[in-house]
């Protein structure tokens, strides 16, 4: 962000490569992006040199820790993070093994699926 001081913190929840350079382009100095779940793509956040610059960090993990839920939580709280449009679908907990079978055929895009007791 050229002229505005970018942001301290960043999360992907989508895992695409396009979306990971998107959310690291809008971090400022010493921001960190998180990286939220597992993906095929490859992360490529640019040349080193201008990442090292910049002083970012990245953090990756699978979204069960239960401190980065938390925090998660409360962003979605404050209204400051909108997961809604990576959710694929939401199932009752009846339908859990039809969310099974949809995660094991890779089954929608993007593809996560909320299960609602």
Same mark, same amino acid.
């Given at each position: 962000?050229?002229r505005g001081?970018? #942001?301290?913190?960043?999360? %992907?929840?989508? =895992? @695409? +490569?396009? /979306?990971?350079?998107?959310?690291?382009?809008?971090?400022? !100095? $010493?921001?960190?992006?998180?990286?939220?779940?597992?993906?095929?793509?490859?992360?490529? #956040?640019?040349?080193?040199? %201008?990442?090292? =610059? @910049? +002083?970012? /960090?990245?953090?990756?993990?699978?979204?069960?820790?239960? !401190? $980065?839920?938390?925090?998660?939580?409360?962003?979605?709280?404050?209204?400051?993070?909108?997961?809604?449009?990576?959710?694929?679908?939401?199932?009752?907990?009846?339908?859990?093994?039809?969310?099974?079978?949809?995660?094991?055929?890779?089954?929608?895009?993007?593809?996560?699926?909320?299960?609602?007791?």
């Amino acid at each position: 962000m050229p002229r505005g001081r970018g #942001l301290d913190v960043a999360f %992907d929840v989508v =895992a @695409r +490569r396009s /979306t990971m350079a998107q959310a690291d382009a809008a971090l400022g !100095r $010493r921001g960190q992006l998180v990286l939220v779940g597992i993906s095929a793509d490859l992360v490529d #956040l640019g040349p080193e040199a %201008d990442y090292a =610059a @910049r +002083r970012h /960090t990245v953090t990756g993990h699978f979204g069960y820790r239960k !401190r $980065r839920i938390e925090e998660l939580v409360t962003l979605v709280a404050c209204g400051r993070l909108d997961p809604s449009r990576s959710v694929s679908e939401v199932l009752p907990l009846e339908d859990i093994a039809e969310g099974v079978r949809r995660l094991e055929e890779n089954e929608g895009n993007p593809l996560r699926i909320v299960i609602r007791p």
